[in-house]
């Protein structure tokens, strides 16, 4: 159980900064948090204290807490607020905490892992998110932990995974590859300076016209002011 809940804190960690809501948000073993003999939580087995960050917003004031609950869930946990500003978690009872032999594959068949990917088709309404189609899916994993934390499959937020067409999974791999590839020619400033320009023109324009414009810069400067007009042509309805 401890070593689920060890991989739980990491990745909770991992998620909130993902989501750029961290803010002041710290764990507490229980034996710290006991130690400030607060009257709540004292029977759990972490506490995660986050006054006045956005998380503080989302689960006092009916923000979307679904995959923040599924994560918390994957590593066979539930949890509960002791004040609007902090959290004690708790082991599911009955949860199989034995850790997992075996392959991959093998993995793959657990119940939990079947579990999850259903969860990641029925939100995509059953549909390939990449071309659309209809028919069976897989549940991808856009990304991997680090393999030091030791995730099984189904450990990862939704916000990690697409549901994709046999085909599209098969060719997905490979451009992410070839993205991973392409990385390695940035910076960390320069990656994180790309993703934060490329999700800030994304929320004002279309992707697809975002995109589009960007392979019009050139040395051509006529080019560039059509590239830019037509660019306009495609603002989101945001307002």
């Known amino acids: 159980m401890f070593a689920n809940l060890k991989r739980m804190r990491a990745a909770v960690q991992e998620w909130l900064t993902k989501e750029e809501i961290l803010g002041d948000a710290h764990f507490y073993s229980i034996e710290e948090w006991n130690a400030r003999e607060e009257p709540y939580l004292g029977d759990s087995l972490l506490v995660l204290v986050f006054d006045g960050s956005t998380l503080h917003t989302m689960l006092n004031y009916g923000g979307d807490t679904e995959e923040f609950d599924d994560l918390i869930d994957s590593f066979g946990f539930w949890y509960e607020l002791g004040h609007s500003w902090n959290m004690g978690f708790y082991a599911v009872d009955d949860y199989d905490y034995i850790p997992i032999q075996g392959t991959y594959a093998q993995k793959l068949r657990d119940p939990r892992w079947l579990r999850k990917a259903e969860l990641i088709k029925k939100r ?15 549940a991808h994993h856009c990304y991997y932990a680090a393999m030091r934390e030791g995730y099984q499959p189904w450990e990862y937020p939704l916000s990690a995974f697409r549901a994709l067409c046999r085909t599209c999974h098969s060719s997905r791999e490979l451009a992410e590859i070839r993205m991973r590839a ?23 324009f279309e992707t697809d016209a975002v995109l589009k414009f960007l392979s019009h810069i050139g040395h051509d400067d006529a080019a560039t002011d059509r590239a830019v007009a037509e660019l306009k042509k495609h603002r989101n309805d945001t307002l």
């Open 182 to 204: 392409f990385s390695a020619s940035l910076t960390q400033t320069q990656l994180d300076k790309l993703r934060e320009a490329f999700k800030d023109s994304s929320y004002w």
């Open 124 to 138: 995509a309404e059953y549909r390939c998110q990449d071309c659309g189609t209809e028919g069976p899916l897989d």
